[in-house]
């Protein structure tokens, strides 16, 4: 689906995602950083895609999201979530089999 | 986690592929207003689905929740200036400064000596970046424990402030009170924004003998500097004392 790093921030190899996740962000983004850092500290794989080094994802995301490029947003198969709380992330794994 | 075999049969395999065939789609449509409204109404149908997902009791029947007070960041004004201050440089001595948390205890520089110290200047209580930042702080507060760090966080709000708002937000790691004079200690590492009348968001990482081994002042004020980076330097930090 998307095409992105295949390491996280911190160094560490992901797996490639059995049950698609993708987070969409910005390295500045605190919001971006405890999304990843939550998904990693649950050994939950995802693909990042950097929205500053990507404009052919920014592009893809604004087509995907109604016209923005919100940071975070995150795809959990089949569902998308912009700019959600970790409230609503951890609702949404719940559904995907994944908490 | 539930068993990733059987987890990978039970999400919705359908909802997926629908949405791969829509993205595969973009590439085939002329941009356009057509276009244009496909994709809102693509982002409409996600936020239906989220609105549904969240119903329960009206605000107006359950009343004013700590959640809805916490998340009151979301929808304030931005703050996105570009910063106007250098820090100060990495080798000089961290000016030593005294200010109370929010219970009026005067806590000072000098009595972390012998432990590294995170000191973080930030805008304002209660604002956007600086909500998310230190929600940040402490979600990986282990790992700032597990470096023997302490974590001191410095803003011109009043500790009256700083009580309200580390209450809602569940932090547990001091915030500083530099509101009189204001901004004086701001001004002593070199952030405070004269102008605004608040500090950049910035950080400096002071080591066991009080001198500044890292320094930060963020581009903008919405930018949050990299966690990653942070703990990096605390890493380094422990490896050279270690030598």
């Known amino acids: 689906m998307v095409v992105g790093s295949s390491y996280s921030p911190y160094g560490r190899r992901l797996a490639p995602p059995r049950i698609p996740v993708v987070v969409y962000g910005t390295r500045w983004c605190a919001q971006t950083q405890m999304v990843r850092r939550y998904l990693e500290r649950l050994g939950i794989p995802y693909e990042y895609i950097d929205l500053e080094r990507d404009p052919e994802a920014v592009q893809r995301l604004k087509w995907l999201t109604g016209g923005s490029a919100s940071h975070p947003t995150l795809y959990i198969g089949g569902e998308w979530l912009v700019e959600p709380t970790m409230r609503e992330l951890e609702w949404a794994l719940a559904r995907s089999g994944l908490r | ?243």
């Open chain 2, 1 to 243: 986690m539930m068993d990733q075999q059987f987890a990978t049969e039970l999400y919705p395999r359908r909802l997926h592929d629908l949405e791969e065939q829509f993205a595969e789609l973009a590439g085939q449509i002329p941009d356009s207003p057509q276009k244009q409204a496909l994709s809102v109404l693509h982002g409409i149908t996600q936020e239906l689905w989220r609105n549904l997902r969240q119903q329960g009791t009206p605000l107006a029947e359950r009343g004013v929740q700590l959640q809805d007070i916490a998340d009151l960041y979301q929808h304030a004004p931005a703050m996105e200036g570009a910063a106007v201050n250098e820090p100060l440089p990495v080798g000089s001595a961290a000016p030593d400064f005294a200010l109370p948390d929010c219970s009026g205890r005067l806590i000072s520089l000098s009595e972390h000596r012998g432990q590294a110290v995170v000191l973080v200047f930030y805008p304002l209580d209660w604002s956007p970046g600086c909500s998310q930042q230190l929600d940040l702080y402490q979600q990986e507060w282990e790992e700032f424990q597990q470096r023997g760090a302490e974590l001191l966080a410095i803003s011109v709000d009043s500790l009256y402030s700083h009580g309200a708002w580390a209450a809602v937000r569940g932090l547990n790691f001091p915030l500083l009170a530099d509101f009189n004079p204001k901004g004086e200690v701001a001004r002593r590492y070199s952030v405070y924004r004269e102008a605004d009348g608040f500090a950049e968001r910035a950080l400096y990482v002071v080591d066991d003998e009080g001198i500044i081994r890292y320094s930060h002042v963020s581009p903008f004020l919405h930018h949050v500097p990299d966690l990653a980076e942070l703990l990096t330097t605390l890493d380094d930090l422990t490896a050279r004392q270690a030598a």
